[in-house]
C-alpha cells in the first residue's frame, strides 16, 4: 500500500448507515437545534425536550442525557468561579470576604443556569452522533447475550 492509496472500510451485514459527524451535532445541539437536520426546535421547555423534531421528525423520547449536563456545568461554572475569585483575591486584597460573595455567588447562579440547556443539548447531540440509546434504530434494552426466560 502507498501513502497516496486511501483503505477503504469494510463493513459486513446491514445496510450502510449514514454519516454523522460528531462535531456538526453537538454544536447543533449546543445551539438547541435538532442534531439531525439542524432547523428544527430541540427543547419545548427549558431542559424538557421536544418528543419529535417538527422539521424531520426525529424521535427524542429515548435521549438520556441525565447527570452529565449538570456534571459539565458543575465542572466549568467551578473553574471559572474559582478562578475569578482566587484572581480577584489576589489583585484586590483590600474586598472583604462579604464582597467576594455579593459578587461571586450571582455569577456561579448566572453562568449554571446559562449554561445547562446548551450543554444538555450537546449531550443530545452527542448520543444521536453515536448512535447511543436508541438513536440507531435499535432498541434501549440491554443485550445479556441469551434469549431464554428464566419465568
Not at 144 to 151: K, L
Amino acid at each position: 500500500m502507498q501513502p497516496d492509496d486511501v483503505a477503504e472500510t469494510i463493513r459486513f451485514g446491514g445496510a450502510p448507515e449514514t454519516e454523522r459527524p460528531l462535531n456538526r451535532s453537538m454544536t447543533r445541539g449546543f445551539l438547541n437545534r435538532c442534531p439531525a437536520c439542524g432547523s428544527g426546535k430541540l427543547f419545548r421547555s427549558y431542559l424538557k425536550p421536544v418528543d419529535h423534531c417538527a422539521a424531520c421528525h426525529e424521535d427524542y423520547t429515548h435521549q438520556r442525557a441525565d447527570d452529565l449536563p449538570p456534571y459539565l456545568v458543575i465542572f466549568i461554572v467551578g473553574h471559572v468561579a474559582l478562578g475569578g475569585f482566587m484572581m480577584t483575591d489576589m489583585v484586590f486584597t483590600e474586598w472583604s470576604s462579604w464582597f467576594h460573595l455579593a459578587i461571586w455567588i450571582p455569577i456561579t447562579l448566572i453562568l449554571s443556569l446559562l449554561l445547562l440547556q446548551p450543554i444538555k443539548g450537546a449531550v443530545i447531540g452527542l448520543q444521536w452522533a453515536l448512535r447511543m440509546h436508541g438513536f440507531g434504530g435499535k432498541g434501549n434494552e440491554p443485550d445479556h447475550g441469551h434469549q431464554q426466560d428464566y419465568s
